[in-house]
Antibody, heavy 117, light 108 residues
Framework: EVQLVESGGRLVQPGGSLRVSCSASEFTFGTYWDQWVRQVPGKGLEWVSL????????HYADSVKGRFTISRDSAKNTLYLQMNNLRAEDTAVYYC??????????WGQGTLVTVSS | EIVLTQSPGTLCLSPGERATLSCRAS???????LAWYQQKPGQAPRLLIDDASRRATGIPDRFSGSGSGTDFTLTINRLEPEDFAVYYCQQCATPPLTFGGGTKVEIK
């Protein structure tokens, strides 16, 4: 079973940028999709973005479109989320997930991003 | 965007009872690509059900999903102590993929 480990979360000022990463423990064969889902502590889940294994297809939530970019490095088996122009409302735990469709079969433990001055 | 409304917000039950959780979509979910997740405090969510009714690997058969179109249900038969948690539905058919607001199942 693949293990996902996020990293890179930290305190950043409003308007700033941050890249969070997600490393997978093993390579997945066949078509798969990676996603980012976030959760404000104590609140519900919010879907952020997804990317196909070969990087040819991506989708974003309206709340992050134009500010966030999802990407992956297949050789490193690592997923990224580049976040620009960060706002206070982007403060959340960011989870990466993987699935053979758009369902999230596997989840990491999350990395906390805090946007505050 | 497909909006998912979960009800009730909180369900107070005793171990051994049956829990019935509802997830209603603002428009039909294509191919019934509706998933259910369980989340316990301090943990990441865990997939329980996908395609509205297919249990994920390792999920006990007391968990079952049903429904189609815009109305979906998660049923937990004979609640075990470890089942008290928050449950989310998610439509995985049409981007942006969306989650419901969650139902908390708590001990009565």
């Amino acid at each position: 079973e693949v293990q996902l480990v996020e990293s890179g979360g930290r305190l950043v000022q409003p308007g700033g940028s941050l890249r969070v990463s997600c490393s997978a423990s093993e390579f997945t064969f066949g078509t798969y999709w990676d996603q980012w889902v976030r959760q404000v502590p104590g609140k519900g889940l919010e879907w952020v973005s997804l990317i196909k294994d070969d990087g040819t297809e991506t989708h974003y939530a309206d709340s992050v479109k134009g500010r966030f970019t999802i990407s992956r490095d297949s050789a490193k088996n690592t997923l990224y989320l580049q976040m620009n122009n960060l706002r206070a409302e982007d403060t959340a735990v960011y989870y990466c997930t993987r699935g053979d469709g758009w369902v999230s079969n596997y989840w990491g433990q999350g990395t906390l991003v805090t946007v505050s001055s | 965007e497909i909006v998912l409304t979960q009800s009730p917000g909180t369900l107070c039950l005793s171990p051994g009872e049956r829990a019935t959780l509802s997830c209603r979509a603002s428009q039909s979910v294509g191919n019934n690509y509706l998933a259910w997740y369980q989340q316990k405090p301090g943990q990441a969510p865990r997939l329980l059900i996908d395609d509205a009714s297919r249990r994920a690997t390792g999920i006990p058969d007391r968990f079952s999903g049903s429904g189609s179109g815009t109305d979906f249900t998660l049923t937990i038969n004979r609640l075990e102590p470890e089942d008290f948690a928050v449950y989310y539905c998610q439509q995985c058919a049409t981007p942006p993929l969306t989650f419901g607001g969650g139902t908390k199942v708590e001990i009565k």
